[in-house]
Each structure stands twice: as structure tokens, then as C-alpha cells.
């Protein structure tokens, strides 16, 4: 049967939501930005050199006590709050037991039956302006396992010759959100998915609790899948593919997920509850090991750790320093920015609502800002295949740019030339425009003897302006860009254009 299930072909996305209703569920952690650690004094930090961010408490050293970080507790009650979460009068840690080579003490410190916030729900708002309710079953506190680089061609632990772990990402604190079973989804499963994670991404980030970088692990989303025949209200088995670190591969695991599952039930087969790893390269899923919903992690209270216990007080406190949610700054920014909805919307399923509003509030208007987010900075970013942000171009950098346009040293064309050498690491845009000589040529001489060449070779262009057809000065501007490598300034090139025929502009 399993190699039956292995080997069954998934259907189409439109034949699978025919024949079954997709229920989803989903596991974000958020990796918080404290200082220091959930349970030591060890830096948290990212990019450091192996095992140096490390102590004797996340080494899990024989003797050791780990003591709570205070900072970390108020993140987690704080999200809980955005999340619409209920605060635990008083919740407790737990050992979840089992081995793995990066969790040096043999179990994590996690919560089980008592999470610090629960039963709330998020709001999530779609591609349309639909609202999608998620409901969240609970946000508990737990520590991060350290990193094992698996050393072969695989880079997986199947076929390693080795193994290198480094204990720098053990004991960060982290915030697990565990949704209550989605349902109702339908068609816009895969959509909802993306949103979903994407909203929980913001929250964190407007909280300024996370770093919130999905490319460094900062955010982390499980995805459960599985699938009702149409007609049925009986949850089928189901899949959770991990740590899946981007919004497009979490929508796209979804929906591969969907199809897998309809194709496996459609031949007969059955579902194997499993974790599955996402494969970014084929935006396919692979079989990771078997998991039941009984796995015994043999949890008991932590010994080392007393309670923590809240207070109204307290909890109203961090209630009232919640920043703008984050629906809220959206129909705030479109207002303000004056975008039309489909422009919006493009802006933030681009993931770039923060670089155009951190370009805005540095001098920029809004539609130079998008110009260059939407445009040329995310044309470059698809041609690397990276996030735009990760090009690590600067607000000021455009702002630079573009008063170089309207200053009428560079061209559009131009322009976006020395957006591309500012990316390969060459300097500032007027550092590059200097160094390359790439300033418009603007000089009447050279104008005029490039436009007196271009109407040589194009007599027949120059009849038809003559004749009143004003428009054809496009056919002379070209060669005139061309003589000068697109340095001329297209708009004297047109003024020389008339004078020499004797037209009025």
C-alpha cells in the first residue's frame, strides 16, 4: 500500500477541490529578539560563529538552573493580546522529552497543558478584501533547537558523511501559534495560507518583538493539511509539512499538498500521517518520518521552574502599548498614499509595504516609492531570485536617484543602469554616475550634430514631421539615443528637432 501511495499522480487543483473540502491547521513559531535567551544569559544572536553564543545552561550541562526571561514573557503576552488571545491567570513549563543531537538536554522546555495565551483568533484579509476568521487555539512559550549542517551532496541527513551541529540557536526563546482546525476554505485554501502566516508575520514585526526574518528562520510555519470527501464532516489523516520559511512556499505547500492527497484517496490509497519537508526547487513535498497525534513526549512540569503568574494590571498595561494592528495601518497607508486598490494590493502581496513606507516617511512620494519597489528594485530581485529586500537597497538610495532624474542629470534609462551597478556593490548613484561618465548629454553641439545625423539617415521621417505629423520625432529620437548610448535628453532632442525644421513647438 505504501508504495501505492508513494507512486499515485496528483490530481489538478480544480479535479481535487471537486471531489474533497480541504482542512487546514497551522504552527508558526516566532523566534523573539531578546538579548539574552528563554532559560540562560547566553547572547541571542544571529550570524555569529558556531558554539559561541553558548553557556553552560543551553549546553545543558549537568547541575545547571535555568531562570525565565522576563522580556520573553511579556512578548509572548503581548502577541497573545494581538491575537485576541485570553492571558493564563497563571501557566507553568514542561519537559517534552526526547533525543535529537540538537537539543543537548535531552528535552525541551516548552508548555504543554498550561500556554501562556489561548483561545483567540486573527482576522486575516484576502487578495479581495475578504476577511477570513482563523481561530487560534493557543501561543505558548518554548526554546529553540540548536542547527545541524549535514555534511555530503544531499545536505540532508540521508547520505551525510557527517554531521556538525551548533548550539548558538539553542535555548532562543521562541512563541509556537497553534490554529484550531481550519475549515470552510475551500478553493482559497492555499490563498488563506499565505495570509494567514503573512498577518502573523506583521503583528510580530509591528510589535517589534521579532526580527520576523522568514529567510534566517525568524518565522517558521508547519503546515497540517488534510482533506473531507465532498459531503463529509470527518477530518481524513493528516500531513504537516515543517519549517516552511516563505509566504509563496507556504501557499504553494499547500496547495501541492491538497493535490498529493486527492490523488493518493482518488486511487485508493490511504493517507500515511507524516511530517513532510518542502522542496523549494520542484515545489513538491518529500516524506519525512511517520508522527501520530499520540506521540508520547512523556511531558511533566518542569521541576526547575515556578509559575509564572500574571496580573490585570499588568496585562492592561501591555494592552494599552499594542501599536496599530496591522489591518489597520493597511486602509491607513492606502488612504494617505492615495493608490488605487489593485495598486495596493499588488504593493502588499509584494511583501513590500514596509520599504515603501520606510522610503515615503524618508522624503520620497508615494508613487516614486512604488515606481521603484514595484518596479525596477523587484525586477532585479526576480532575476537573482531573491526577496527585494535582501538587494539591500536603502530608502536614500532611491530618493538620490530620483533627484537625479528631476535634476535632468540622468534618464529613466539611465537611472535604472545605476540602480543595477549600485546593487553589484559600486556606490552611491552619484559616486556612479561620476565614475561611469553616465550623466544625460545635454551639450546644444553634440545634440545637434547627433539630430542633423539622425535626420540624414531618416528623410523620410523628417517629410512626415514636416508634414504635420508631430509624432514621428520618436523615429529620430531613437538613432539620437543611440549615437549618444542613451544619454541624450530626449526631451531637448525633440526642441532641436523643431527648430531645425521650423516648426513651433
Not at 126 to 153: C, P, Q
Not at 207 to 230: H, Y
Request: glycine letters at 8%.
Amino acid at each position: 500500500m505504501t508504495d501505492t501511495i508513494a507512486e499515485a499522480e496528483p490530481l489538478s487543483y480544480e479535479e481535487a477541490l471537486e471531489r474533497f473540502d480541504p482542512v487546514l491547521g497551522f504552527e508558526v513559531h516566532v523566534e523573539l529578539n531578546t538579548v539574552t535567551k528563554m532559560f540562560s544569559s547566553a547572547p541571542n544572536a544571529f550570524g555569529d560563529d558556531p558554539n559561541t553564543n553558548v553557556n553552560p545552561v543551553c549546553l545543558g550541562l549537568p547541575g545547571t538552573l535555568p531562570v525565565v526571561n522576563g522580556t520573553a514573557v511579556e512578548s509572548a503576552i503581548r502577541l497573545g493580546l494581538a491575537l485576541n488571545c485570553r492571558i493564563a491567570e497563571s501557566c507553568r513549563f514542561a519537559r517534552k522529552q526526547y533525543f535529537y543531537p540538537d537539543t543537548p538536554k535531552n528535552w525541551q522546555t516548552s508548555q504543554y497543558d498550561e500556554p501562556i495565551a489561548y483561545d483567540g483568533y486573527l482576522d486575516v484579509e484576502l487578495d479581495d478584501g475578504e476577511i477570513f476568521r482563523v481561530e487560534i487555539e493557543r501561543a505558548h512559550m518554548e526554546e529553540d533547537a540548536g542547527k545541524l549542517t549535514h555534511a555530503g551532496t544531499s545536505g540532508r541527513i540521508q547520505g551525510a558523511d557527517y554531521s556538525l551541529v551548533d548550539y548558538n540557536r539553542s535555548g532562543v526563546p521562541l512563541i509556537e501559534i497553534v490554529t484550531k482546525p481550519i475549515v470552510g476554505a475551500g478553493e482559497r485554501a492555499p490563498e488563506i495560507a499565505r495570509a494567514y502566516v503573512s498577518a502573523v508575520r506583521d503583528i510580530v514585526k509591528g510589535l517589534d518583538i521579532s526580527d520576523a526574518r522568514m529567510e534566517r528562520g525568524n518565522v517558521r510555519c508547519d503546515a497540517n493539511v488534510s482533506l473531507m470527501p465532498k459531503g463529509s464532516t470527518e477530518f481524513g489523516t493528516r500531513s504537516e509539512t515543517k519549517n516552511v520559511n516563505s509566504m509563496r512556499a507556504v501557499e504553494h505547500a499547500v496547495t501541492y499538498e491538497i493535490r498529493r492527497h486527492a490523488g493518493v484517496l482518488s486511487s485508493g490509497g490511504s493517507i500515511v500521517q507524516e511530517t513532510r519537508h518542502w522542496q523549494e526547487t520542484s515545489r513538491t513535498t518529500t516524506s519525512g518520518r511517520p508522527k501520530s497525534d499520540a506521540d508520547d513526549y512523556r511531558y511533566f512540569p518542569e521541576p526547575d521552574l515556578v509559575p509564572v503568574v500574571t496580573t490585570q494590571d499588568w496585562i492592561e498595561r501591555l494592552r494599552a502599548e499594542l501599536p496599530e494592528p496591522p489591518a489597520e495601518r493597511r486602509r491607513r497607508l492606502r488612504e494617505t498614499w492615495g493608490y488605487a486598490d489593485k495598486e495596493f494590493r499588488d504593493v502588499v502581496a509584494a511583501d513590500l509595504l514596509d520599504e515603501i513606507e520606510e522610503t515615503v516617511e524618508k522624503g520620497a512620494s508615494p508613487a516614486v516609492a512604488r515606481k521603484w519597489w514595484m518596479g525596477e528594485i523587484s525586477r532585479l530581485a526576480n532575476a537573482r531570485d531573491l526577496d527585494p529586500a535582501a538587494l539591500g537597497v536603502a530608502p536614500a538610495t532611491i530618493i538620490e536617484l530620483n533627484s537625479l532624474i528631476e535634476a535632468g542629470r540622468i534618464n529613466d534609462k539611465i537611472a535604472r543602469q545605476v540602480l543595477e551597478f549600485h546593487v553589484d556593490g559600486e556606490g552611491s548613484p552619484e559616486a556612479i554616475v561620476e565614475a561611469r561618465g553616465l550623466e544625460v548629454v545635454s551639450d546644444d553641439g553634440a545634440l545637434s550634430a547627433a539630430v542633423e545625423k539622425a535626420m540624414e539617415e531618416n528623410p523620410d521621417v523628417v517629410e512626415k514631421v514636416k508634414g504635420g505629423k508631430l509624432k514621428a520625432i520618436g523615429a529620430l529620437i531613437g538613432p539620437v539615443m543611440k549615437e549618444t548610448k542613451g544619454q541624450a535628453d530626449a526631451g531637448k532632442v525633440r526642441e532641436i528637432v523643431l527648430e531645425k525644421l521650423g516648426i513651433e513647438g
